[in-house]
């Protein structure tokens, strides 16, 4: 199967905008970059994994420059950093715990439907 490249970068800022509901600003912010740089990596990665869809191909997600936060290579990480990571863990937790109660709520409304049609 084919596949198209997509670096951590560009994953990165689909993560942060479209599933962490980040803006531009505020993502760029976080990932250490200028906002135009942000929004390259933005565009980039929508096209790539548009065309993966619409053509079913595969992504392949590799390279990029990044450093990961609590690991060895950051062994003193400012207050900020740790600030930001944290407020972003809260965002992300918000959005999975919403995610649960919709899916949570549409299965209880199919198994009513099951039983109103038994």
């Given at each position: ?9 560009e ?8 599933l ?12 250490g ?11 980039n ?45 809260k ?18 409304a ?9």
């Amino acid at each position: 199967m084919q596949a198209i490249s997509i670096s951590l970068e560009e994953l990165e800022a689909v993560r942060l905008v479209d599933l962490l509901d980040l803006d531009q600003e505020e993502a760029a912010f976080f990932m250490g970059i200028s906002r135009k740089a942000f929004w390259n990596d933005l565009m980039n990665a929508r096209k790539k994994i548009s065309s993966a869809l619409i053509y079913g191909l595969g992504l392949k997600i590799e390279g990029g420059s990044f450093v990961l936060r609590g690991s060895e290579s950051t062994k003193d990480p400012d207050q900020q950093s740790r600030m930001n990571e944290i407020e972003l863990m809260k965002r992300e937790l918000e959005l999975l715990k919403a995610r649960q109660e919709h899916i949570a709520s549409r299965l209880a409304a199919l198994i009513e439907e099951e039983k109103i049609e038994s």
